[in-house]
């Protein structure tokens, strides 16, 4: 099973102490969420933001973000909606950055435009694709 770390904070609680009250702080509680609590808690906090296919390949990178660094990933939906945005190409993403395609006539130029729009992300930025034809999710710069 896939799973990120997450945490979830806990609200100071006051503590009576007899004569005393204090007030305690709470230490963080760390949960693991698997790909299905992921995209609940997307579709829970900002339901319109990512695709399902967008919210497969963000697991995936922070999965393997973790694991590669060994330290844990806080989720924070608000943060992530923020660093990343959906596009339904790479073309799409790249335009908005400035990219400049050739007439695109035929399918043969529009696939070369493509690639070379991919390029100029990756280049860039990150950059995840979704599958042929589904566009990418690209990390902000």
Known sequence: MRKLSATVGLPPRKC????????????LMKITVNESMFREE?????PENFSNAALEALFAYYE?????SGEEIELDVIAICCDWTEYDSALEAAESYGFKAK???DDE?????ERAALEFLTDETTVLELGEGNGVVVLSY
């Open 16 to 27: 009576d102490l007899g004569a005393q009250t204090e007030t305690l702080t709470r230490t």
């Open 42 to 46: 997307f579709k829970r906090v900002r």
């Open 64 to 68: 393997e973000m973790e694991q590669g």
């Open 103 to 105: 007439d695109a006539s």
């Open 109 to 113: 130029r529009a696939d070369t435009n």
